[in-house]
């Protein structure tokens, strides 16, 4: 049975109220008006998540609200606080964690785990793709991968980037 993950790297958050601590940045006006662009990509991707695992940060937290319109209302959504500051290995726990009857799994995260865990697992897809993702993986980005096996044995180069979404290109 084939499986899909989408990794989503949180909107670009707000740095203006430096009172807050990391965890509790809101998102930027920016990030806000990129939320359209990535709800639209998700609206018109083939994917459709089963399941949601999402830091409980607050930027992750408003990502995902900005993106539910996108979503099926089916979705299953868990707020898991190891995603905040996760290390490659432990997001890639959390997927090999995913019951068997999820499809598709969206993990809305933050960097360097989140691209770290795309190039890990991307070992197949188009070149191009592979090395915008390389270069950089800007908030707002989405990889979505897919893969033949179970959730429990996906591992380093297991999966082919289908596709790679980034909402506002980086500037060269």
Known sequence: MGHQLLLVRHAKSSWDDFSLNDFDRPLAPRGIRALEKMAAHLQTSEASPDLVLCSTA???????????????????????????????????????????????????GHNPATQELALALAGGGETDLRHQMWEKYPTGAIATLSFEGTWSEVGHGDASLDDYFVPRRPRP
Request: proline fraction near 2%.
């Open 58 to 108: 607050v930027r992750t937290r408003a990502t995902l609200d900005g993106l539910r319109s996108a979503l099926p209302g089916t979705a299953a959504v868990d707020y898991v606080d190891a995603i905040y500051g996760a290390s490659t290995r432990t997001l890639l726990g959390l997927v090999r964690g995913v019951d068997e009857k999820v499809g598709c799994l969206l993990l809305v």
